[in-house]
Antibody, heavy 122, light 110 residues
Framework: EVQLLESGGGLVQPGGSLRLSCAAS????????MSWVRQAPGKGLEWVSVVSGSGGSTYYADSVKGRFTISRDNSKNTLYLQMNSLRAEDTAVYYC???????????????WGQGTLVTVSS | QSVLTQPPSASGTPGQRVTISCSGSSSNIGSNTVSWYQQLPGTAPKLLIYSNNQRPSGVPDRFSGSKSGTSASLAISGLQSEDEADYYCAAWDDSLNGVVFGGGTKLTVL
């Protein structure tokens, strides 16, 4: 059974940093690209970033480019999102998602975690 | 403002058939496959349709997807109360080099 468990969310001040983690199990982690998708309170889904199965290719939404870094540790079956220079508009539930294939561009996300809430506020 | 355009709301009575549209452009729907996600209240999104019209195992055949040109649609037949949820379309965008989502459609079962 595929399981994705996000952690690392919380309250952070504007300009601060936070690192999210997503522990994966139930599939061969290194064989699939992985994504982060966020959802602001009461709003729709917004794609954030994706990384290929090897970690060698990454893409970012313009809204986070230069501030967020996606990475993965295939030896630990874990996906990360390093978030720097956080803004109030980054407040959202962050979901990690397993992609349907190893390489990019991605096609669809077939499994999603339950999400972790990030609140940026002073 | 989302890159993919969906109606904000849709509704139907039990047993009816409803459709939700998703409009894009040549750089996303026009050149890549479309997926649909269902998000029940208070839960994470779930893959409903992939590759335009394919259903993952476990998804009832009441749900179907189609794509034509730069538009796609999700149809739900035999509407049930448990179908009340938010529905999102998505596709890769070759110009933006990222995934684009529709704004979501809130389906109400009357």
């Amino acid at each position: 059974e595929v399981q994705l468990l996000e952690s690392g969310g919380g309250l952070v001040q504007p300009g601060g940093s936070l690192r999210l983690s997503c522990a994966a199990s139930g599939f061969t982690f290194s064989s699939y690209a992985m994504s982060w998708v966020r959802q602001a309170p009461g709003k729709g889904l917004e794609w954030v970033s994706v990384v290929s199965g090897s970690g060698g290719s990454t893409y970012y939404a313009d809204s986070v480019k230069g501030r967020f870094t996606i990475s993965r540790d295939n030896s630990k079956n874990t996906l990360y999102l390093q978030m720097n220079s956080l803004r109030a508009e980054d407040t959202a539930v962050y979901y990690c998602a397993k992609e349907s294939r190893w390489d990019l561009p991605t096609r669809w996300s077939d499994y999603w975690g339950q999400g972790t809430l990030v609140t940026v506020s002073s | 403002q989302s890159v993919l355009t969906q109606p904000p709301s849709a509704s139907g009575t039990p047993g009816q058939r409803v459709t939700i549209s998703c409009s894009g452009s040549s750089s996303n729907i026009g050149s890549n496959t479309v997926s649909w996600y269902q998000q029940l209240p208070g839960t994470a999104p779930k893959l409903l349709i992939y590759s335009n019209n394919q259903r993952p195992s476990g998804v009832p055949d009441r749900f179907s997807g189609s794509k034509s040109g730069t538009s796609a649609s999700l149809a739900i037949s035999g509407l049930q109360s448990e179908d009340e949820a938010d529905y999102y379309c998505a596709a890769w965008d070759d110009s933006l080099n990222g995934v684009v989502f529709g704004g979501g459609t809130k389906l109400t079962v009357l």
